[in-house]
């Protein structure tokens, strides 16, 4: 170097991914999976839309939130509404849940070496009629769980879920029952407080809140329709129901 | 053998340690950075600097509300982006400094002297503190306005921004400053200018804080916009009584005996 120090070799390489931030969560209800995601789309310091859709409708009953480098879920999300039309055509149904998880799972590993960087959550309602959540890693481990957060806040949300929705380090005093599934009112406002309080602490969440809420068949839409801003996404008229419903957080 | 006493400037005996370990694959644990939009702005009486209110830990918020624009002496400030424990100890230093120099010399101190001062030692410690300041006041000679870097070179300009979000807030400069400004429209624009790297730049965020100083009085207004207050949670989170479980309870009182003795036109203790 020219004050006499050196440097250590280089060499320059295109690097395909990149972190475009961004928090997603979903939790399982007796009868209803909530799956919700921010809408802001950042790299670095820069925000790069404040509106970037993260969750997704596959179906009637299966909603895919994805996180991490947007390129590689969205264009993952086309891959997976491409196999399940095929599949619609292939045997004149709906995928069921578990069969979309696992394709997911293949999808995703079929890329182990040049992997899709994304964080997969799949929510929705079973073929029991029982809510669902997958969470997937980015080459395809999955489990079925009752919560789980991703993306740049993970680390905010996932023990304060772990808290509200497992009960985790609370005593449970012996009068008090917990119930196993939490009602749907009590879940919406876990879901609208972890990402107020994410926007709060991590600059990389904010902007608009987008929540979807899958309804398995036969339970009624009640409570749901008061609440303000609900738009419902269903196609077809005697099925599970997909809602969705839209909030702002802080933008700065 | 190493001596005990180390004189002057940073200790770097760490260092090798340092970057095998870096090599190695461990990250240099994060300093706290103020992320940050400054600003300043001369206008017709006097200079109006700013500042948003956010410090960060990596992408962590770690203070929504700290004080960026700090103290040096009545009418001179100082606002300071990079790391945080810099900004405050080189500011805190340099307005001691000062003191003792105006105490010293007579006379009220210059925004010159703060900034020679500032840029002095910045320099003596070839970057290593990472102060980026945004150095503004009036003394006998008027209203004067510097940037400072963190290597010690300085500028002396009529409008200048600093940290992460100078960007946002020069554009909003570029397109609005001009000559001989009221007090309002100077305000006006620096808040603009502080309101479109909160809003732009993720490293700044929450309040807007400005500071009109003029010849004869140097006004601070803290919070002076406030557009990202926290929306009221939709539940409370409050745990009942014996959510945390305990062992052993072992209640103890401190007094032993007490006599209360009222006294005649006693005096209230002094509490001040």
């Not at chain 1, 609370?170 to 749907?184: E, F």
Request: aromatic fraction near 8%; glycine fraction near 10%; charged fraction near 20%.
């Amino acid at each position: 170097m020219p004050d006499g120090s050196f440097a250590h070799p280089q060499q320059r390489q295109f690097n395909p991914y990149t972190e475009n931030g961004g928090t997603i969560l979903a939790i399982a209800g007796a009868d209803f999976s909530v799956i919700a995601g921010d809408t802001r789309q950042s790299e670095g310091y820069s925000i790069q839309t404040r509106y970037a859709p993260k969750v997704f409708k596959l179906t009637d009953r299966a909603v895919l939130a994805v996180n991490g480098f947007a390129a590689d879920g969205n264009m993952f999300v086309k891959k997976v509404k491409q196999r399940l039309e095929w599949y619609r055509h292939a045997h004149a149904k709906d995928m069921p849940l578990c069969a979309i998880a696992r394709l997911i799972q293949t999808m995703l590993y079929a890329q182990r070496f040049f992997p899709y960087y994304v964080y997969n959550i799949l929510g929705g309602i079973e073929e029991d009629g029982s809510g669902a959540v997958y969470s997937f890693d980015p080459v395809g481990s999955y489990e079925r769980e009752a919560c789980r957060a991703a993306g740049a806040a993970q680390s905010l949300v996932q023990p304060f879920l772990d808290n509200q929705i497992y009960f985790k380090n609370q005593q449970q005093t012996p009068g008090q029952s917990r119930p196993l599934h939490l009602p749907l009112p009590d879940v919406l406002s876990i879901v609208i407080d972890s990402f107020t309080s994410a926007t709060e602490r991590h600059i990389e969440v904010g902007d608009g809140l987008e929540i979807y809420v899958v309804l398995a068949k036969g339970r009624g839409a009640h409570g749901l329709e008061s609440f303000r801003g609900i738009q419902e996404l269903t196609t077809t008229s005697d099925g599970d129901r997909v809602f969705v419903i839209r909030r702002e957080l802080k933008k700065d | 053998m190493n001596s005990v006493y180390n004189g002057t400037g940073f200790d770097f005996t760490n260092s090798i340690r340092n970057t095998f370990l870096q090599d190695r694959g461990l990250p240099l644990p994060k300093a706290t950075s103020t992320g940050t939009t400054i600003v300043g702005c001369l206008f017709k009486d006097g200079i109006v600097l700013g500042a948003d209110t956010r410090a960060t830990e990596g992408p962590i918020v770690a203070d929504k509300n700290c004080e960026k624009i700090h103290y040096i002496s009545e009418s001179i400030r100082c606002c300071g982006a990079g790391t945080a424990a810099d900004t405050e100890f080189t500011t805190a230093l340099i307005a001691s400094n000062i003191e003792m120099h105006a105490l010293s010399t007579g006379r009220k101190p210059r925004v010159v002297t703060a900034m020679t001062m500032l840029k002095q030692m910045l320099f003596r410690y070839q970057g290593q503190v990472g102060a980026a300041l945004v150095l503004g006041g009036v003394d006998a000679t008027g209203p004067q306005l510097f940037t400072i870097h963190p290597h010690g070179s300085t500028d002396k300009l009529p409008y200048v921004t600093m940290g992460s979000g100078s960007l946002a807030a020069m554009a909003v400069f570029e397109s609005g400053w001009k000559p001989g400004m009221t007090r309002e429209e100077a305000l006006q624009l620096v808040t603009a200018a502080i309101s479109a790297g909160i809003f732009n730049d993720l490293g700044s965020g929450s309040n807007v804080d400005a500071c009109v100083i003029t010849a004869d009085h140097t006004e601070m207004l803290r919070n002076f916009v406030r557009p990202n207050e926290r929306v009221q949670k939709e539940r409370s989170y409050k745990f009942a009584r014996g959510t945390t479980a305990w062992k052993k309870e072992d209640i103890r009182s401190l007094i032993v005996s007490e006599d209360v003795v009222t006294r005649e036109g006693g005096e209230e203790m002094d509490t001040s």
